[in-house]
């Protein structure tokens, strides 16, 4: 078979799939659930919309930064992690992270520094707070321009990150970020929330306090658009076809085949 006859059979099946995507869609209705594995504080988060986190990993339309943000916070905060110090919970490596957020090497848009570069994002963004190098019994700051060590520890900021994970489109720590940028875009993005009117550590106070249906309203239209926009992060119907297939060639005819200028052999003959 060509590979243009192999790229439009491919669109014919996404298309189909899409339609049924659309048809479901139209009969979801927002949610969350409680995700009682991952505990900060004390205090519960919540999954969207029944993401599915695996789902949300490996979608291209998620940037690289969110999702390292996400394993970071989820090595942080496992079980067998709240005994040791949070100097030494996270000592993931950049090759373990790009597995883990559907990083492929060596794609012509992604490579290893896609990872850094994410890791320096969330550094200026104030979640990571430090990366600190262990050699020969001494430790090493990257703030101090450390490079070339490899015995990393990363150093969350979780106050911040608790920040990321509370805020919400609209109220006053989203409107002090800038527009299109990386931090609003992890906040749309998100696949789970730290939700205080749902917080196990609730009081009375702040139960019957008078912005509580102010603040339901919020987080409810938040999850509600979002699963407009995202659908729980199902991977598109051309993002289904690039990831499908990890021939070369067949991409190479798909991008053609989408700018205009694959002649399908039928048509060559005749034209000839």
Do not use: C
């Not at 949070?86 to 490596?93: F, L, S």
């Not at 559907?102 to 012509?108: L, R």
């Not at 875009?185 to 009081?203: D, F, G």
């Not at 991977?235 to 067949?250: F, G, T, W």
């Amino acid at each position: 078979m060509s590979d243009y006859k192999k790229a439009t059979n491919k669109i014919s099946k996404a298309a189909a799939v899409t339609k049924k995507l659309q048809s479901v869609k139209s009969e979801l209705k927002a949610k969350y659930r409680e995700y009682k594995k991952m505990q900060i504080d004390g205090q519960s988060v919540f999954f969207h919309n029944d993401v599915a986190i695996q789902s949300w990993l490996s979608n291209p339309r998620v940037d690289v930064t969110q999702k390292v943000f996400f394993i970071l916070l989820n090595l942080y905060t496992l079980e067998s992690n709240k005994d040791i110090s949070p100097e030494e919970r996270i000592r993931i490596q950049n090759t373990k992270l790009m597995k883990l957020a559907n990083v492929v090497s060596n794609s012509k848009k992604k490579s290893p520094s896609t990872v850094q570069k994410a890791l320096r994002y969330l550094t200026r963004m104030g979640i990571i707070e430090d990366r600190i190098y262990l050699a020969k019994g001494e430790k090493y700051s990257l703030k101090d321009g450390v490079r070339g060590l490899t015995n990393r520890r990363i150093i969350l900021n979780l106050k911040r990150a608790k920040d990321f994970l509370k805020a919400l489109p609209g109220d006053e720590f989203f409107e002090q970020l800038n527009d299109r940028s990386r931090e609003r875009r992890l906040i749309y993005r998100r696949p789970l929330s730290m939700v205080e009117h749902l917080s196990n550590q609730a009081t009375s106070t702040q139960v019957n306090d008078i912005n509580l249906k102010k603040n339901k309203t919020m987080f409810n239209s938040y999850i509600e658009k979002q699963l407009n926009v995202y659908n729980n992060f199902v991977v598109s119907d051309v993002e289904e076809i690039i990831s499908a297939d990890n021939s070369e060639k067949h991409l190479d005819a798909l991008y053609r085949l989408i700018q205009g200028d694959l002649i399908p052999p039928e048509l060559k003959s005749m034209a000839s």
